[in-house]
């Protein structure tokens, strides 16, 4: 059973940084691609950014050059490091992968950044 779950959200000033984990468990996240979702208040669920199974790393135009996402493979954890918030970042963050047809979400851990 594929499990995912995710820690690191809180609340943070505009301008600081958070880091989010996603732990795997039932699945290497060394044999898929794995995403970072958000989802604000009555606005549809983005993509924010994807690693891949070779470790290439993409990101939404508004996060790049503030967000990275990186991956553990001892710890088969990813993390989603967000620097120089803003307020518009504030949602709850998922995380995302796929196997075998089926999709596995985190339960989401929501980040809030203040003006």
């Known amino acids: 059973q594929v499990q995912l779950v995710e820690s690191g959200g809180g609340l943070v000033q505009a301008g600081g940084s958070l880091r989010l984990s996603c732990a795997a468990s039932?699945?290497?996240?060394?044999?898929?691609?794995t995403d970072w979702y958000r989802q604000a208040p009555e606005k549809q669920r983005e993509l924010v950014a994807t690693?891949?199974?070779?470790?290439?790393?993409n990101y939404a135009d508004s996060v790049k050059g503030r967000f990275t996402i990186s991956r553990d493979n001892a710890k088969n954890t990813v993390y989603l490091q967000m620097n120089s918030l803003k307020p518009e970042d504030t949602a709850v963050y998922y995380c995302?992968?796929?196997?075998?047809?089926?999709?596995?979400w985190g339960q989401g851990t929501q980040v809030t950044v203040s003006s």
């Open positions: 995302r992968t796929a196997w075998s047809i089926r999709d596995y």
């Open positions: 039932g699945i290497s996240f060394r044999i898929v691609a």
């Open positions: 690693i891949t199974s070779g470790g290439s790393t």
